[in-house]
């Protein structure tokens, strides 16, 4: 302000004649509002910056010396990377270390490529749990059997195992070809109606979850329970990617997966309570639910009783889940492997003539299965080339000493890579090469090694239907290499793992 302008001054000592006696300016100092405002910008930009700063030092101190970027990108990290990610990605980050770090959103995770620290977090279950995705527990239910560990889950899981007994997978075989025969004739009546190549990713999703079912549920589910679950069991599949909008809200993946999780289980409890009432009133076992009611009755069963009809369908439901992704990705490269290469084809339909005698009528059971050894080398080294499932997060539950030089922080993720030991070159010489011929080498080193076949996993967690998911992958070559030829028209996304 100025003093001139002040109207006493101006008017005692000011005339037109003479200069005022001063003529200076003095500061404009800010109102209240301004200061105010002023320094809350200042503290909320020391506040960021703070923030910045302890992130990168925790992230810093959590690496320590394990590779990795040496500083994450402020608050999402690797999220552009894991909204995209791609086989070459993680084979970089897999190449840079045993052990490499990296962060998403303020989540710690540590990579782990090798085959012995992959196998030590599959077997550590007092200091690593799985874990999933972020919004598994939503889509499973927190009380689903998956989630339980130590004691609980060995137990709970001992008591499963009969539903995987010779027996039952000799149950299993008769309901499976049925289906395959179903399928593979919708399969040909579409072929017949046109020459251009048909999509084979959901046919093959499509034909396994209706194996699935009924080799669970038998006759207790109704085709239209069939055929409502199959239609809605994709949103599941999309809503467990690593990367998504982790909250339930009308519109997002979880939601559809969620609103889907409930109406599977409203038919599978109610294909439990059907089971109950036919053995109760002396049937036969016609499924797996059966085998389970009939286990559960015998006197000499010592495991647990107590199984509600909801406790059932979510059991089964989290053997849709294991069984429907990986089993579908496995049975899909097993079709691309064997027409790609003819010569293995050729092969397999040879021993399909010997074992089946020429009839391919006739029923298969599990022991003609058995005999298949080259159809099994050959689905056993299919998957081990393309692995259904190339890693599965886990969870530290408490700092996790992996190594002796490093240590994972508690509540860090923990990656165990599957691809790296079933391409060990020292195990499997020209490991990028499809040769069946190495499983029929007892004395070879790919059998020498089973501790680097993990495509099912190791420890607590190990797949507990492994030789159902082999069996039906196998079923379906097959009963395709005889009853159908096929080719297959490459594109650019062929070879590409999503």
Known sequence: MSLKDASVVSSMLSSPSHSPLYNFTTPAFPSLGQATSATWLWTTLVILASLLILEQTVYRYKKRHL?????????????????????????????????????????????????????????????????????AKQILLPENWVFLTGKDHLAYRRGLNSLFTRRALGIYVGIQEAITRKHFAKWLATAA??????????????????TSLRVFCGQHISEEAAIEINEKYWAITQSLELVNFPLAIPGTKVYKAVQARKVALRWLELAAKRSKEAMASGAEPGCMLDEWVQVLNDPTYKGKRDFSDREMAMVLFSFLFASQDAMSSGLIYGFQHLVDNPEFLAKVRVEQMSVRQGNFDKPLTLEMIEQMTYLNAFVKES???????????????????????????????????FYNS??????????????????????GSANQNPKNYIVFGSGPHRCIGLEYAQMNIVLVLAMASVLMNFEHEITPQSSQIE
């Open 67 to 135: 590779p990795g970027a040496a500083w994450t990108i402020p608050i999402i990290g690797k999220f552009a990377d894991s909204m995209h990610p791609t086989m070459e990605n993680y084979k970089k980050q897999w190449d840079s270390g045993a052990l490499s770090a990296i962060s998403v959103f303020n989540i710690f995770i540590v990579m782990a490529s090798s085959n012995e620290f992959a196998r030590k977090i599959l077997n550590s279950p007092t200091y690593a749990e799985p874990c999933l995705v972020h919004s």
């Open 193 to 210: 109606k046109t020459d251009d190549a048909q999509p084979i990713m959901m046919t093959a999703r499509h034909l396994n979850m209706d």
């Open 383 to 417: 998957m081990r080339i393309m692995p259904p499932v190339t890693m599965v997060p886990y969870k530290t539950t408490k700092a996790f000493p992996i190594s002796d030089d490093y240590t994972v922080p508690v509540n860090s993720m923990v990656i165990p890579s």
């Open 422 to 443: 079933l391409h060990d070159p020292s195990v499997y010489p020209e490991p990028d090469r499809l040769l069946p011929e190495r499983w029929l080498d007892t004395e």
